[in-house]
């Protein structure tokens, strides 16, 4: 039998690498295949009337400035499964993220999509919380949802 296809999403904050490194804390390498390492890079039409305004030099900047960043986001977290065992392919998609991971998920067969939670991405809004959540909704299979965990601030009861 072969192994599970996972999908790894990441927004390029830290709460998606957090997400990552959870996977990775307590799945069977010999049971994955693949990971798919996914970075989705909304078109600058999100930005809304802005870039209308902008001289076509300095958006086409912009969208490469945010490619990169998201290159670097997916090489990171993709170096967190180095050696680890499944084959590791970096993915870099342009449109809305919750659309695009899990289009992505129906083209490859994903057995899991990995998600982090009310982070704060690339763009610096949160992305993640309804992203997270429509991805719950629509994806075609399991969906495992990393919470940002606490900073120890709270005593024990």
Not at 23 to 33: I, T
Not at 139 to 152: D, F, I, W
Request: overall charge positive; proline content about 5%; glycine content about 8%.
């Amino acid at each position: 039998m072969t192994g599970m296809h996972v999908i790894v999403t990441t927004d390029g904050s830290q709460q998606s690498l957090q997400a990552a490194r959870k996977f990775k804390s307590f799945a069977d390498p010999s049971k994955v295949s693949d990971i798919s390492v996914i970075a989705v890079v909304r078109p600058l039409a999100a930005v809304g009337f802005s870039d209308d305004l902008a001289p076509s030099k300095a958006s086409a900047f912009e969208s490469l400035d945010f490619r990169k960043a998201a290159e670097s986001a997916v090489a990171a977290v993709a170096g967190e499964f180095d050696d680890w065992g499944p084959k590791v392919h970096k993915k870099i998609r342009s449109g809305s993220p919750a659309n695009e991971i899990i289009k992505a998920a129906s083209q490859i067969g994903a057995g899991l999509i990995v998600v982090a939670s009310g982070s704060r991405g690339l763009s610096d809004t949160v992305l993640m919380g309804s992203t997270a959540q429509r991805i719950q909704n629509y994806a075609p299979c399991p969906v495992l949802v990393v919470r940002p965990t606490k900073r120890k601030l709270r005593k024990k009861a």
